[in-house]
């Protein structure tokens, strides 16, 4: 059965960091760019980051450039996403997602986890 | 980077009527085009790849058009179970973003 399962989030206080992890499983996780993709409360989806399958290549959106980080362990079949500076404003359901294809580009995210929600506040 | 915009942003309807969504692009993408359905308090689901493509199990009351910058989804007979909030995004490049989303409720 192909899975992700999401973990580590909680509260943290702004300007803190947290890191979140995905295992995944059910399928050969090494072949396949991975996305990490956030929803806050009532709102809509925000695409946060791409990793490659080997890990080589990484994107992220302008919301989170510059302070968050995007891994993986090919070994463990984990992807992680550390989150620096955090503010309110980060404050989400954050959702791994598969590629659906092999290919970096060109492919919409055909498995998803079930999400570890990040609440940032004092 | 390109926008994507739905329309409308809800809808509410009868079981058995025909509901369409808008996306629009504010830049061609061509065919790079997903609909994704998110039911309440659940996990969004790809519903259909390269614009009009239905994904395995996905009901044949769903279908997908267009190209370029307009793309639309449609549910030719609502069911009680299609009660959802349903999302575009372009998967073409960087960044892959969703439009804002349409909720889809029954009247």
């Known amino acids: 059965q192909v899975q992700l399962v999401e973990s580590g989030g909680g509260v943290v206080q702004p300007g803190r960091s947290l890191g979140l992890s995905c295992a995944a499983s059910g399928f050969t996780f090494s072949n396949y760019a991975m996305h990490w993709v956030r929803q806050a409360p009532g709102k809509g989806l925000e695409w946060v980051a791409i990793?490659?399958?080997?890990?080589?290549?990484?994107y992220y959106a302008d919301s989170v450039k510059g302070r968050f980080t995007i891994s993986r362990d090919n070994s463990k079949n984990t992807l992680f996403l550390q989150m620096n500076s955090l503010t309110a404003e980060d404050t989400a359901m954050y959702y791994c997602a598969k590629n659906s294809g092999s290919d970096f580009w060109g492919n919409p995210f055909d498995i998803w986890g079930q999400g570890t929600m990040v609440t940032v506040s004092s | 980077d390109i926008q994507m915009t739905q329309s409308p942003s809800s809808v509410s309807a009868s079981v058995g009527d025909r509901v369409t969504i808008t996306c629009r692009a504010s830049q061609g993408i061509s065919h790079y085009l997903a609909w994704y359905q998110q039911k309440p308090g659940k996990v969004p689901k790809l519903l259909i790849s390269?614009?009009?493509t239905l994904r395995s199990g996905v009901p044949s009351r769903f279908s997908g058009s267009g190209g370029g910058t307009e793309f639309s989804l449609t549910i030719s007979s609502l069911q009680p179970e299609d009660v959802a909030t349903y999302y575009c995004?372009?998967?073409?490049?960087?960044?892959?973003?969703f439009g804002q989303g349409t909720k889809v409720e029954i009247k």
């Open positions: 995004q372009r998967y073409d490049s960087v960044p892959w973003t």
């Open positions: 990793l490659s399958y080997d890990g080589t290549k990484k």
């Open positions: 390269v614009a009009s």
